[in-house]
Nanobody, 120 residues
């Protein structure tokens, strides 16, 4: 079974930093991985993603502040979040799907349980 386990969430003051990690297991082959978030009462939205060829895509709201990286040898994905803002408060989810990155978050095959990020 494919498992995604996120870690690194927490509470931080505005302007601070957090580093989220996602450990993937049970999947073989090329894949796209990404970070998504969902704030209370809002729809899930994309934050950043990385294609099998390591091409990165960021939401406009996080460009210049967040950095996504991937360790293929360890099947892990990291999101470094700097200059955090209260509007970054959300549950953050790691997602994985085989092959190219899909256009909609609903097309990802596998999801982690999420990790809460709170910025005050």
């Amino acid at each position: 079974d494919v498992q995604l386990v996120e870690s690194g969430g927490g509470s931080v003051q505005a302007g601070g930093s957090l580093r989220l990690s996602c450990a993937a297991s049970g999947y073989t082959g090329s894949y796209c991985m990404g970070w998504y978030r969902q704030a209370a009462g809002k729809e899930r939205e994309g934050v950043a993603r990385m294609s099998p060829g390591s091409r990165t895509t960021y939401a406009d709201s996080v460009k210049g502040r967040f950095t996504i990286s991937r360790d293929n040898a360890r099947n892990s994905l990291t999101l470094q979040m700097n200059s955090l803002k209260p509007e970054d408060t959300a549950m953050y989810y790691c997602a994985l799907t085989g092959g190219y990155c899909p256009s909609r978050w609903t097309e990802y095959s596998f999801w982690g349980q999420g990790t809460q990020v709170t910025v005050s």
